[in-house]
Each structure stands twice: as C-alpha cells, then as structure tokens.
C-alpha cells in the first residue's frame, strides 16, 4: 500500500485531528518529495511526459509546447504540486486545437496570474524603448513592479531605464 500527504501525521495525532491508530497502520517507511517548485528543472521532462500520455489517450494530434507555454510552467508556483501539472496539462490537451499548446490553453488559474508582457518591436531605438517604459507604467497604473514584468525585465533594469530616460515613477 502506498499513501501520500503534504502533512505531518504524527503532529496531527498529538493535535486529535488523525487517528494513531491508522498512522501506525500506514507508516512504515517515509520517503520526502519536494514540491514541484523546489525541482522546476524537472517540469519540462514531467509536462511532455503528461503531453505524450494525454494525446494518446485523447487521440489528439498535438506534436509539442510553445516555448511561451513551457515558461509560462517553469514560472508558476504550483501549489497543487506535480498533481495540478498533469491536470494543467490535461485541460490544456483538451482545450488545444492546434498542433502545438500556447499559454492561452492552459486553466485561467494558471495563465492569468502571470503577468502578461508588453510584445516587443523590431528595431529597438531609444525613443521606442522610452515609449515602451511609457506605456509598461500606464498599463500598471505606475507600479514599477508590475511594468517591469510587462517588459519581461528586472526592477533593477527598468529603474536604470527610467533613470537613464529622467522618468519617475508616473512616467513624467
């Protein structure tokens, strides 16, 4: 028999909150896993492992996912650990009607909390990226936080532009 939880057994018997008696039945030996987000280098193996075993099942023909997918796994948190990674995939196998899953295929829980980036332009001069910074601070109402991820870039990088541009917070 195999049984698995995120809790503390023994502590919850001394709290009244499991039976002793069904711990003592169940604990033979202990084996730790860490959570999904302490051994992210492993979501890519696990996700096309999901991706390869769901597209048989479900007779889909989707070959792969979108680097954009992939980093948009790799930057969750997952608090519902490699569980809640194999059913992200799942939803995604099911919602996906092209050959290759995109971020927008996965759970609203999952796409929607990560920030979404400003799309980059082709010939980066100053002014457009100054008109980037711009635009990343009247999207987030002036957070620098939050315009630093729409421009995929670190807090300290975008204070450097906006030092480098003579903008302050509000972007004037």
Known sequence: MLAATHHDLG??????????????????TRIRLPSLR???????????????????????????????ALEVLMKYTWPGNIR???????????????????PHDFPPEISETLPQQLPSRPGHSKATDKERILEALDQSNGNRKQAAQLLGVSKATFYRRLSEFGLTAGGK
């Open 11 to 28: 502590h919850k018997v001394q709290e009244g909150q499991f039976r002793a008696d069904l711990m003592y039945r169940i604990r033979v």
């Open 38 to 68: 302490e051994h992210r280098e492993d979501i890519p193996l696990l996700a096309g492992t999901f991706l390869s075993r769901f597209r048989e099942s479900m007779q889909k023909p989707i070959d792969s996912l979108s680097p954009d």
């Open 84 to 102: 809640e990674l194999k059913n992200a995939i799942e939803f995604a196998v099911i919602h996906c009607q092209n050959p290759v899953i995109h």
